[in-house]
């Protein structure tokens, strides 16, 4: 039975979802003025995890995550660029998928655009106004009257006294109250053609709030099972979108018994690096891209996944090659059979049954990779039929987690280069110049050149046959 976490309630809930055996389930994605960083990937790793864990286990799962293309950031780099708003999102939303692609992960089965859901942003403002909760100001922006709505603040567990307005939301003169938020910004006269359009209150633009909160509502329903994404986005970004989309649904008096916007929320953890908050000013922010310079994209993934997803964690490149050793141990555990199978598990089994425990429990992706070790550290002490068996269950859990699906020669030899490494053509004549050494019993060379290449990272096994197998260590 699965449970999650539900940051609204502070708990752990069973799941329940809205129609039995769907799950509907948005995600906030990326504001698309700029490459991708490992903050990012996060996010997307882990709810393409969950994604995978739900189908696995029999659920019919929509899956949405939104593209911001209009938004502050976005306009002053355009500017700085002396570009259309468009071609810079199209270029980094092109980079946005290669980078996803490069990662293995699954393309969402919507994914809506802000810009084309101006229309539908308009109507719920329209709603908020006529419910009294929005009012125009001086300089034309509309702007939402937080301390109108009872129960504000429930998401961040914090009183109306104790919050701020936040980072992202600009705090002007004409505002009633410092905590209200902008629902629609007035065009200002040096803002480009392309930043605004026509509106009952004048042309302009959406504020970034009630962009998700109208394309979810839209896409999914104005209650949904799952909303999901970054645990900087709980406050003021999310709770702001509970007030919307239930002020607009329900006006002032929302009644305890009323559904709620969305039953169960869901926060990644921050990303810190060497134990600091990761940002440009500290020079430590590091692009997925560049990342995969150095590292295999299945790398990256595990190890993000070896941490639970709720919890912060520290990058570096020392965390990355433990990651990297993890994996090659797995893969060296299948290597030892010349075949294995990826099927559906059989629930009985005691590994499938630990493993489906772990990733039921929150999605507990550390302890269902424990799981994973348990395994090869079984299938190392069994022998044929067995050790088979073994090998396909190992890889068919990975799978879950879209792990261990390549040949595991493969992976081991595939290491990324560096600029002063090896290819592997240059190892397999090396390979080739000890066979031969050896056939002419010059023992001492064929040591020789296996030292070299050990020193070099690279792990001779010698197989029955006279066959050779290497590996990256």
């Not at 948005?26 to 994604?51: E, K, L, N, P, S």
């Not at 919890?311 to 994996?327: H, M, T």
């Not at 190892?427 to 040591?447: N, S």
Request: aromatic share 8%.
């Amino acid at each position: 039975m699965l449970q999650i976490y539900n940051t609204l309630s502070r708990s752990k809930q069973v799941f329940k979802p809205i129609v039995p055996g769907k799950v509907k389930m948005y995600v906030c994605g990326m504001t698309v003025y700029d490459f991708c960083h490992i903050g990012h990937a996060r996010v997307m790793i882990v709810f393409d995890m969950v994604v995978r864990w739900l189908r696995a286990s029999g659920y019919e799962v929509l899956y949405v995550r939104n593209i911001t293309d209009i938004d502050d950031k976005i306009i002053n780099r355009a500017i700085e660029n002396g570009e259309a708003i468009s071609t810079l999102t199209q270029r980094f939303i092109d980079a946005m998928h290669a980078d996803s692609d490069e990662l293995g992960l699954m393309h969402p089965d919507q994914e809506p655009r802000a810009t084309d859901y101006i229309a539908q942003m308009q109507g719920m403002i329209g709603k908020l106004i006529e419910n009294e909760l929005a009012y125009q100001v001086e300089d034309g922006d509309v702007n939402f009257a937080v301390r109108l709505l009872p129960n504000y603040g429930r998401l961040s567990g914090k009183s109306l006294d104790e919050l701020n307005a936040g980072e992202r939301v600009a705090v002007t003169g004409g505002k009633r109250d410092p905590l209200d938020f902008v629902l629609w910004k007035s065009a200002k006269p040096e803002e480009p053609a392309d930043t605004r359009w026509k509106s009952p209150w004048g042309e302009g633009r959406p504020g970034w709030h009630i962009e998700c909160s109208a394309m979810s509502c839209d896409l999914l329903g104005e209650h949904f099972d799952i909303h999901g994404g970054g645990a900087d986005l709980q406050f003021p970004h999310h709770e702001n979108e509970i007030a919307q989309s239930e002020g607009a649904l329900y006006g002032k008096d929302r009644k305890e018994g009323d559904a709620p916007f969305v039953n169960y929320w869901m926060h990644n953890g921050h990303i810190r690096v060497n134990q600091e908050k990761m940002s440009k000013s500290l020079g430590n922010f590091f692009l997925i891209r560049d990342v995969l310079k150095s590292f295999d994209p299945e790398v990256l993934r595990f190890f993000m996944l070896k941490a639970h997803y709720r919890s912060p964690i520290n990058y570096s490149d020392v965390q990355l090659e433990e990651a990297r050793s993890g994996l090659i141990r797995l893969y060296t555990a299948l290597a030892q059979v010349q075949q294995t199978k990826t099927e559906t598990p059989d629930p009985h089994n005691p590994w499938v049954k630990r493993f489906a425990d772990a990733m039921n429990d929150d999605f507990n992706t550390p302890e269902a990779i424990a799981v994973l070790f348990d395994l090869a550290s079984e299938m190392n002490r069994a022998q044929d039929q067995e050790k088979q068996m073994l090998a396909n269950v190992l890889k068919s859990l990975g799978a879950s987690l879209h792990f261990l699906q390549r040949e595991p020669s493969h992976f081991l030899q595939s290491g990324v280069k560096q600029d002063d490494g090896m290819s592997p053509e240059q190892i397999e004549a090396q390979i080739e110049a000890r066979k031969q050494a050896k056939q002419e019993k010059d023992f001492a060379k064929a040591d020789l050149i296996r030292q070299s290449l050990l020193a070099q990272g690279i792990v001779l096994e010698d197989k029955p046959g006279g066959i050779t197998e290497w590996r990256r260590a």
